[in-house]
C-alpha cells in the first residue's frame, strides 16, 4: 500500500460566475476570487472560509490500476469507480475505497457486465448506486464495499448509457444523463418521471443533489465544458438551468482536466455539507473536495432496526408488526438529530414519511424505541422494505436501515383497516404513550467475551421475562421466565458458542416492555 504525497499548502483561485440572488444585478454577474488556504489532506472536521472553496485533492490514479471515472464519501470512505479501456475489457473494472486522509484502503473487482465500468456514484443514505451502459444500476455497501445485487434496479430503457447520475430522498427518484441525450428523472423501476435536455450542457459526466442550497433545491451537473470541470446549477422543480456556473480549479499536479462523477455528502464533516467531484486529469486522474453549505453540528449516528420477529408475513386480513429502534449518538456531546421511517411497496413506489419526522435531542449511547407498525387488509400483496432514517428531513440521510416483511394473498383473521404506528413515543408525536419507568436495564462489560452480567432493577414485583435475541430477530435463550420481587436483579448472559456480533435483550413485566443491545466481540 503506497501512501500518497499530496502538496500541503496550495494558493488557487476559484472563478465563480453567479447571476440572481447572489449579485448585485440579474445582468450584472459577479466574478469572485477567493484564496484557499490549505489543500488536504485534511481531517473533516476543517473549515474553510467560504462555499466552494477546494479543501482536498488527491491523485488517485497512482495507486489505481485503471482509469477514474465517479467519486464519493460515503460509510467514512471516499468511493472512486474505474473503468477499462473498452467495453470488451472488463476485468480490470474495479472499484476502490480511499480513507478520509486519501489512503488508498484496498479495491473490489465490478461484476463482469460492468461494460466499460461504472461512471457515477450516488448515495440513498444505504446503499451507493453505480450506473454504467448495462441495463442494471449497481448497488453496494459503502461500509465494507460488498455488492448488494437486491437492490439493484433498471435504469431507463431509452437512456443508453446512465453515465451520471444523483439521488433525490424526498421522492426517492434518481436523475442521470448522458452525452448528447436527455436528462431524466426516473424511479426505481425504470420509469421515466421527466426528461428533458437543458441547455448549455456540453457534456455531462456528473450529478449532485443538493437540497440545502440558499438558491433554492439545486442539481448540480458536472459538465465537461469551458473549462474542462465546471458544475452548473439545474432547478429540479421548474426544469430550468439557471446561468449559474462554478469552476473547478486546475487541481494540483495536472496541465488539464475534464469532469468526472461527482457526489454532495454530508457526513465528511459535522460542520458543512461538501461536493466530492472526480477529475479526469493529464497527467493523472484525482478525486477533490470542495467546500459547501455550512450545516448545524449534528451527532455522529448509528441507527439499528431490529423485528422482534423475522421473517415477518402479513395474513390477507392485514396485521401488525414490532421492532426496536436503536439510535446511537457515537460522539461524547449531545446534538440534534431528526428520525423518520418509510417503505418501498412492492410496486416500486416509495412512500415517506411513514412515522416522523421528530426531532430528538440525543446525549452520548444509544435510545431505544419500541414501536408497533399496522399493514391494513387493503395494502398491496408482496415484498416490502421498511426503513429508518436519521439526518435533516428530507434532503440529508446520515444514516439508515431496513428490513423486510412479505404481506400475503391468504390468511383470514381480524381486519385491520389503517396503517397506525404505536409504542414509545417521540417527542413531538400526538401518540400518548406512558414512559418505561417500571425498570431500568443495562449490561457490564459491553462490549463483552464471552460473558457479561445484565442487571435489571424493578420498581414492582411481577413476572418477567428476559430473552435474548439476534439482529435478525431470532429467539437465542430467556434467561428469566417467572416471578421476580421489587429490587435489584443479576444475571449472567454466556456467549461462549454464539458468533461475534450484536444482540439484543428484552425484558418485559407485567405486559411492558423495553430493550438494550450488547455486543460480542471474540
Same mark, same amino acid.
Given at each position: 500500500?503506497?501512501?500518497?504525497?499530496?502538496?500541503?499548502?496550495?494558493?488557487?483561485?476559484?472563478?465563480?460566475?453567479?447571476?440572481?440572488?447572489?449579485?448585485?444585478?440579474? %445582468?450584472?454577474?459577479?466574478?469572485?476570487?477567493?484564496?484557499?488556504?490549505?489543500?488536504?489532506?485534511?481531517?473533516?472536521?476543517?473549515?474553510?472560509?467560504?462555499?466552494?472553496?477546494?479543501?482536498?485533492?488527491?491523485?488517485?490514479?497512482?495507486?489505481?490500476?485503471?482509469?477514474?471515472?465517479?467519486?464519493?464519501?460515503?460509510?467514512?470512505?471516499?468511493?472512486?469507480?474505474?473503468?477499462?479501456?473498452?467495453?470488451?475489457?472488463?476485468?480490470?473494472?474495479?472499484?476502490?475505497?480511499?480513507?478520509?486522509?486519501?489512503?488508498?484502503?484496498?479495491?473490489?473487482?465490478?461484476?463482469?457486465?460492468?461494460?466499460?465500468?461504472?461512471?457515477?456514484?450516488?448515495?440513498?443514505?444505504?446503499?451507493?448506486?453505480?450506473?454504467?451502459?448495462?441495463?442494471?444500476?449497481?448497488?453496494?455497501?459503502?461500509?465494507?464495499?460488498?455488492?448488494?445485487?437486491?437492490?439493484?434496479?433498471?435504469?431507463?430503457?431509452?437512456?443508453?448509457?446512465?453515465?451520471?447520475?444523483?439521488?433525490?430522498?424526498?421522492?426517492?427518484?434518481?436523475?442521470?444523463?448522458?452525452?448528447?441525450?436527455?436528462?431524466?428523472?426516473?424511479?426505481?423501476?425504470?420509469?421515466?418521471?421527466?426528461?428533458?435536455?437543458?441547455?448549455?450542457?456540453?457534456?455531462?459526466?456528473?450529478?449532485?443533489?443538493?437540497?440545502?442550497?440558499?438558491?433554492?433545491?439545486?442539481?448540480?451537473?458536472?459538465?465537461?465544458?469551458?473549462?474542462?470541470?465546471?458544475?452548473?446549477?439545474?432547478?429540479?422543480?421548474?426544469?430550468?438551468?439557471?446561468?449559474?456556473?462554478?469552476?473547478?480549479?486546475?487541481?494540483?499536479?495536472?496541465?488539464?482536466?475534464?469532469?468526472?462523477?461527482?457526489?454532495?455528502?454530508?457526513?465528511?464533516?459535522?460542520?458543512?455539507?461538501?461536493?466530492?467531484?472526480?477529475?479526469?486529469?493529464?497527467?493523472?486522474? %484525482?478525486?477533490?473536495?470542495?467546500?459547501?453549505?455550512?450545516?448545524?453540528?449534528?451527532?455522529?449516528?448509528?441507527?439499528?432496526?431490529?423485528?422482534?420477529?423475522?421473517?415477518?408475513?402479513?395474513?390477507?386480513?392485514?396485521?401488525?408488526?414490532?421492532?426496536?429502534?436503536?439510535?446511537?449518538?457515537? !460522539?461524547?456531546?449531545?446534538?440534534?438529530?431528526?428520525?423518520?421511517?418509510?417503505?418501498?411497496?412492492?410496486?416500486?413506489?416509495?412512500?415517506?414519511?411513514?412515522?416522523?419526522?421528530?426531532?430528538?435531542?440525543?446525549?452520548?449511547?444509544?435510545?431505544?424505541?419500541?414501536?408497533?407498525?399496522?399493514?391494513?387488509?387493503?395494502?398491496?400483496?408482496?415484498?416490502?422494505?421498511?426503513?429508518?432514517?436519521?439526518?435533516?428531513?428530507?434532503?440529508?440521510?446520515?444514516?439508515?436501515?431496513?428490513?423486510?416483511?412479505?404481506?400475503?394473498?391468504?390468511?383470514?383473521?381480524?381486519?385491520?383497516?389503517?396503517?397506525?404506528?404505536?409504542?414509545?413515543?417521540?417527542?413531538?408525536?400526538?401518540?400518548?404513550?406512558?414512559?418505561?419507568?417500571?425498570?431500568?436495564?443495562?449490561?457490564?462489560?459491553?462490549?463483552? %467475551?464471552?460473558?457479561?452480567?445484565?442487571?435489571?432493577?424493578?420498581?414492582?414485583?411481577?413476572?418477567?421475562?428476559?430473552?435474548?435475541?439476534?439482529?435478525?430477530?431470532?429467539?437465542?435463550?430467556?434467561?428469566?421466565?417467572?416471578?421476580?420481587?421489587?429490587?435489584?436483579?443479576?444475571?449472567?448472559? !454466556?456467549?461462549?458458542?454464539?458468533?461475534?456480533?450484536?444482540?439484543?435483550?428484552?425484558?418485559?413485566? %407485567?405486559?411492558?416492555?423495553?430493550?438494550?443491545?450488547?455486543?460480542?466481540?471474540?
Amino acid at each position: 500500500m503506497k501512501k500518497l504525497s499530496i502538496p500541503l499548502l496550495l494558493a488557487v483561485t476559484i472563478m465563480t460566475t453567479v447571476a440572481g440572488a447572489y449579485g448585485p444585478s440579474q %445582468n450584472q454577474p459577479v466574478i469572485n476570487a477567493d484564496i484557499s488556504p490549505i489543500l488536504g489532506p485534511v481531517s473533516p472536521g476543517y473549515e474553510p472560509d467560504v462555499i466552494w472553496d477546494l479543501i482536498q485533492s488527491v491523485n488517485a490514479q497512482a495507486v489505481t490500476t485503471n482509469l477514474l471515472l465517479g467519486a464519493a464519501y460515503a460509510g467514512g470512505y471516499f468511493w472512486v469507480s474505474g473503468g477499462g479501456t473498452s467495453s470488451a475489457v472488463t476485468t480490470d473494472n474495479k472499484y476502490y475505497r480511499f480513507s478520509p486522509a486519501g489512503v488508498l484502503v484496498d479495491s473490489f473487482a465490478q461484476p463482469t457486465n460492468s461494460g466499460w465500468g461504472w461512471r457515477d456514484l450516488a448515495y440513498d443514505g444505504s446503499y451507493l448506486y453505480a450506473g454504467c451502459e448495462v441495463a442494471q444500476v449497481v448497488a453496494f455497501d459503502p461500509t465494507n464495499g460488498q455488492l448488494v445485487p437486491t437492490m439493484n434496479f433498471p435504469k431507463p430503457a431509452s437512456l443508453a448509457i446512465c453515465r451520471a447520475l444523483a439521488y433525490d430522498p424526498a421522492t426517492d427518484h434518481f436523475w442521470s444523463g448522458n452525452f448528447g441525450s436527455n436528462m431524466m428523472e426516473f424511479d426505481r423501476s425504470g420509469n421515466i418521471i421527466w426528461q428533458g435536455s437543458p441547455a448549455p450542457l456540453t457534456s455531462v459526466y456528473g450529478m449532485a443533489w443538493d437540497a440545502n442550497y440558499p438558491a433554492g433545491t439545486t442539481l448540480w451537473i458536472h459538465d465537461q465544458g469551458t473549462p474542462g470541470c465546471v458544475f452548473r446549477r439545474f432547478d429540479p422543480v421548474t426544469h430550468i438551468m439557471t446561468t449559474e456556473t462554478h469552476n473547478v480549479p486546475l487541481l494540483p499536479g495536472l496541465t488539464s482536466q475534464i469532469a468526472g462523477g461527482s457526489e454532495m455528502s454530508s457526513t465528511y464533516s459535522t460542520s458543512y455539507r461538501v461536493m466530492v467531484g472526480l477529475a479526469q486529469g493529464t497527467p493523472a486522474d %484525482n478525486f477533490f473536495v470542495l467546500e459547501m453549505e455550512s450545516q448545524g453540528a449534528m451527532p455522529t449516528v448509528t441507527v439499528d432496526l431490529v423485528p422482534l420477529v423475522y421473517p415477518i408475513t402479513i395474513p390477507a386480513s392485514g396485521g401488525s408488526f414490532s421492532f426496536y429502534a436503536f439510535v446511537t449518538n457515537e !460522539d461524547s456531546t449531545a446534538g440534534n438529530i431528526t428520525l423518520w421511517t418509510g417503505q418501498r411497496l412492492p410496486n416500486g413506489s416509495m412512500v415517506v414519511p411513514m412515522l416522523g419526522p421528530y426531532t430528538v435531542n440525543l446525549t452520548p449511547g444509544t435510545r431505544a424505541w419500541f414501536r408497533g407498525q399496522n399493514v391494513p387488509g387493503s395494502a398491496l400483496p408482496g415484498d416490502y422494505m421498511y426503513f429508518g432514517y436519521a439526518g435533516t428531513y428530507p434532503s440529508t440521510i446520515m444514516e439508515s436501515d431496513s428490513f423486510a416483511y412479505t404481506k400475503l394473498t391468504t390468511g383470514n383473521g381480524p381486519w385491520v383497516g389503517n396503517w397506525d404506528s404505536f409504542g414509545d413515543g417521540f417527542p413531538g408525536e400526538t401518540l400518548e404513550v406512558i414512559p418505561l419507568e417500571h425498570a431500568i436495564l443495562s449490561n457490564y462489560p459491553n462490549p463483552f %467475551n464471552p460473558t457479561t452480567t445484565i442487571h435489571f432493577t424493578l420498581n414492582v414485583a411481577g413476572n418477567v421475562s428476559l430473552t435474548v435475541y439476534d439482529v435478525n430477530g431470532r429467539q437465542v435463550t430467556t434467561l428469566v421466565n417467572g416471578y421476580r420481587l421489587a429490587g435489584t436483579h443479576d444475571v449472567t448472559f !454466556d456467549g461462549s458458542n454464539l458468533a461475534s456480533g450484536v444482540y439484543v435483550y428484552t425484558l418485559s413485566v %407485567n405486559g411492558r416492555t423495553s430493550a438494550a443491545k450488547m455486543a460480542l466481540v471474540k
